[in-house]
């Protein structure tokens, strides 16, 4: 149902952005690479991670050029994490 809220709020968004967000806001966490390839998706309460195939740095780079997600420090020097910039209802 989460998809079907971001797809009717942001309807420019490709399908794997919107697959994104909806990850973000259901507790996943995005991560990158220090250069902002090789994205997870990682569920904090259990530490599972999820690879998205279809998303790679070129979308994070998009995301982040649209004012939707911004990075921060990671769990580690190589690590990106990146948080939603604004609350998407």
Same mark, same amino acid.
Do not use: C, K, N, R
């Given at each position: 149902m989460a998809k079907k809220k971001v797809a009717n709020v942001l309807p420019k968004l490709t399908e794997i952005e #919107? !697959? @994104? @967000?909806?990850?973000? #806001? !259901?507790?996943?966490? @995005?991560?990158?690479d220090s250069l902002g390839g090789n994205p997870v998706l990682r569920r904090l309460k259990d530490n599972e991670e999820i690879r998205p195939l279809s998303a790679n740095r070129n979308t994070i780079k998009a995301m982040e050029r649209r004012g939707l997600i911004s990075p921060g420090k990671g769990r580690d020097p190589l690590t990106i994490e990146w948080h939603l910039k604004k609350k998407i209802n």
């Open positions: #919107q !697959d @994104l @967000l909806s990850h973000i #806001q !259901d507790g996943y966490q @995005l991560e990158t």
